[in-house]
């Protein structure tokens, strides 16, 4: 069974940095992408940033230019490096997979809080 284990969520100051990671384990048959959505109070989980099979990267407008997508393939760990942190970028952020094993899966983890101080 897959499972995601997200961490490095924490409280910082407006300038700064953080790094999240997104730790999958089991077996992953086919990856399909593997991206880092957030959701905060009173609005919808929106996407940051993803990365697909094929190594394309997409970021959402708002983070782009400070907001680094990147995977270790061997040990299936995904990270959100986060530099030039804003108030607005305050939310819950979740890591997704999206991968295939006879079937197509999509999977969460449980969130990890981001917040930063003006």
């Known amino acids: 069974q897959v499972q995601l284990v997200e961490s490095g969520g924490g409280l910082v100051q407006a300038g700064g940095s953080l790094r999240l990671s997104c730790e999958a384990s089991?077996?992953?048959?086919?990856?399909?992408?593997m991206g880092w959505y957030r959701q905060a109070p009173g609005k919808q989980r929106e996407l940051v940033a993803d990365?697909?099979?094929?190594?394309?990267?997409n970021y959402a407008d708002s983070v782009k230019g400070r907001f680094t997508i990147s995977r270790d393939n061997a040990k299936n760990i995904l990270y959100l490096q986060m530099n030039s942190l804003k108030p607005e970028d305050t939310a819950v952020y979740y890591c997704?997979?999206?991968?295939?094993?006879?079937?197509?899966?999509?999977?969460w983890g449980q969130g990890t809080q981001v917040t930063v101080s003006s």
């Open positions: 997704n997979l999206d991968y295939s094993d006879r079937a197509r899966y999509k999977l």
């Open positions: 089991g077996r992953i048959f086919s990856f399909n992408a």
């Open positions: 990365i697909s099979s094929g190594s394309r990267l």
